[in-house]
């Protein structure tokens, strides 16, 4: 009975495609590929700066959310958080840094080759 599993494990991996190169996914951004990141450093992208505020009615988030996913962002240095106060009101405003646009053109150069290899172009 041993042969018999073993001949048939044996086929089984025969008839697996073989890798003959890093799959594309694991060169994503993980840090980027998130939707509410991917969001932030996208509408940064677009505008000079935003405010917290403009940010989470864009985004239709919450004030954690927004304030944990723009935390990990800067901490990678892809963006910069300036705080203010506008009288007594405080002022969050984040701009989109150098590294932060370009890791953004990686990953999107990146999505544009994953389409294109899906279609077959």
Do not use: W
């Amino acid at each position: 009975m041993a042969k018999s599993n073993t001949a048939r494990i044996a086929r089984a991996d025969s008839e697996r495609p073989v890798k003959t190169k890093a799959q594309p996914a694991a060169e994503l951004d993980r840090l980027i590929h998130e939707r509410v990141r991917l969001a932030i450093v996208s509408a940064l992208a677009v505008r000079d700066s935003m405010t917290f505020n403009e940010l989470k009615t864009l985004l239709k988030t919450t004030d954690g959310n927004l304030s944990v996913h723009a935390r990990k962002l800067e901490d990678a240095d892809y963006v910069t958080c300036e705080k203010s106060f506008a009288g007594r009101v405080p002022k969050t405003e984040y701009r989109l840094t150098a590294l932060g646009r370009r890791a953004l053109e990686r990953y999107l150069d990146h999505m544009e080759a994953l389409i294109r290899a899906t279609r077959g172009r």
